[in-house]
């Protein structure tokens, strides 16, 4: 019988420690939702100790999904780990993971302790979380990069004090496939008590080589649990993809032969919730779920499709979950519809209030579109949670005028703490015209590191998605908008960014 390789999901831990990634409570629990959906077997909901905000959301998931194990991360100190028992209480299966650094580098300068007192640390984290759960993983940090007899030394001790997993992270990303799964094999042969531990392999994409690491880890090394985020979201460069590498493992399982639960109906709903709720778009020709990646244009493969799919296609787009692209809704659906495609969205709302009011929103939208798809009803949801949580800012109107040779001028009206303001400015094009009024009143003084557009449903009658990228001091948020108009968009993802620096992040950072 072919082994079982399990599927840990970091999107909400390491996927929202990308600089703008960070994620409201209600996000995070949706997310949850469809990567219970997925099937995925852990859940990383979060790190308890580093917010009040990340402990919230940890226990919110941790009652509410039922089919993955909740897994929160903790420093290896009593304080944190503490912390993550207590988020995870309500969990149908919990998992603590517990971390503490083991390079020369990292010790010596980031933590400022010997080895002796690291190894000491790590023992005395992994057998207090003992005490509080059954299911404890232990991280090496940058353990790729640590001394292999160190690394032995402090692996052996934590299963003996009970660890069940044991995560050998490439925190910087610097591995290579080859090494990188040998120095997993020699791990596993060196420590005595190897296979009283379930192995793991959790990877960064500095060098684009995320998924290719993960895979050998796998196959060389002998890990049965890989460590992934959808879309690959995280720092740096992201993380391993989780559609990539469950992709690999089923469509070459004559090679990998490995069990997974995953149900990969699901993999294009859940990129397209994560890439809609952090603003972070997707390539096209991303893997699996890029818009361009089952697309055929050349006549030639186009041809060869139609002759025998086989031909050009390694994986079927339905089974990855393409095919759900289709129009959900419109004009003349009813609030019943509109509640079951909620629900089956994974969508849950506090109150038939709550309903009454994305309904109505949604009736506005489809009287300016035709076609509502899945896309238009998240971003809706998205927009709705926003305006809910009564943030300090929210659009209300906007008018502005271009033309050929002359300046564009905008006015815009928005709230600000449930107070009407209208700004008026001109600026280089009609969207720098919107942002520069609001910025006439705000004054926020961040700066702008990225704007893009995209169409949420490919054609030119699709709602434009627009994300805003701002930093100040330090901070960078990203800030999502979506609307027929993409002027207005961008007025609304502007504001969801100004939004967003204005709640306070004081969050103890993983690799700090
Ligand atoms: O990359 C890393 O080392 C981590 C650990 C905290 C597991 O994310
Ligand atoms: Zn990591």
Avoid at 405 to 411: D, S
Wanted: with cysteine.
């Amino acid at each position: 019988m072919a082994d079982k390789l399990i599927i840990f999901d970091t999107t909400l831990r390491d996927g929202e420690q990308s600089p703008g990634a960070s994620m409201t409570r209600d996000e995070k629990l949706r997310i949850a939702r469809q990567l219970e959906r997925l099937r995925v077997d852990v859940i990383e909901a979060g790190f308890a100790a580093s917010s009040n905000g990340d402990f919230e959301a940890i226990k919110a998931i941790a009652a509410a999904i039922k089919d993955s194990t909740i897994c929160s991360l903790s420093r290896a100190n009593d304080r944190d780990i503490s912390r993550a028992a207590e988020a995870l209480a309500g969990a149908n299966s919990s998992r603590i993971h517990t971390f503490i650094a083991t390079s020369a580098l990292h010790m010596e300068k980031k933590l400022r302790m010997t080895p002796d007192q690291v190894f000491e640390q790590a023992k005395l984290a992994v057998r207090f979380a003992r005490n509080l759960v059954g299911d404890v993983e232990f991280s090496p940090e940058d353990g790729y990069r640590s001394d292999p007899d160190f690394l032995c030394r402090v692996i052996e001790a934590v299963i003996a004090e009970g660890a069940t997993t044991i995560n050998v992270p490439d925190t910087v990303g610097y591995a290579i496939p080859e090494l990188y799964g040998n120095f997993i094999k020699n791990l596993r042969e060196r420590v005595p008590n190897s296979d009283k531990a379930i192995w793991s392999v959790h990877c960064h994409n500095d060098l684009g080589m995320a998924v290719a690491n993960s895979l050998a880890g796998v196959k060389i090394g002998g890990a049965r649990q890989v460590e992934c985020t959808i879309n690959g979201l995280g720092e740096r460069a992201g993380n391993c993809a989780l559609e990539e590498v469950v992709m690999a493992i089923k469509t070459r399982r004559d090679y990998f032969d490995l069990e997974m639960r995953i149900d990969t109906s699901q993999i294009v709903a859940a990129s397209r919730m994560v890439s809609q709720t952090t603003g972070f778009v997707v390539q096209p020709n991303k893997s699996v779920v890029g818009a361009n990646a089952f697309a055929h244009a050349s006549g030639i493969h186009q041809d060869g499709v139609l002759k025998a799919r086989d031909t050009y296609e390694i994986m079927r787009a339905e089974d990855v979950g393409w095919s759900a692209n289709k129009i959900v809704l419109g004009k003349l659906s009813g609030r019943n519809a509109f509640k079951q495609r909620l629900l089956e969205l994974g969508v849950q709302m506090e109150s038939e209030a709550d309903i009454n009011t994305a309904f109505a929103k949604f009736k506005e939208l489809a009287d300016r579109k035709s076609e509502i798809f899945e896309e238009d009803i998240l971003a809706l949801v998205s927009e709705e949670a926003a305006t809910q949580q009564r943030e300090q800012y929210g659009f209300v109107s906007l008018s502005q005028h271009s033309e050929t040779g002359e300046r564009p001028h905008a006015t815009i009206v928005f709230t600000v703490d449930g107070k009407e303001m209208k700004g008026e400015s001109d600026g280089n094009g009609p969207v720098d015209a919107s942002l520069k009024a609001i910025e006439s009143h705000v004054k926020s003084g961040a700066e702008m590191v990225l704007y893009s557009v995209n169409a949420i449903s490919g054609s030119t009658e699709s709602q434009g998605e627009v994300t805003v990228r701002l930093q100040n001091s330090g901070r960078v948020v990203n800030g999502v908008g979506a609307d027929p108009d993409i002027i207005v968009a961008s007025a609304k993802a502007y504001l969801s960014a100004l939004n967003k620096l204005q709640s306070k992040a004081d969050r103890v950072a993983a690799q700090g």
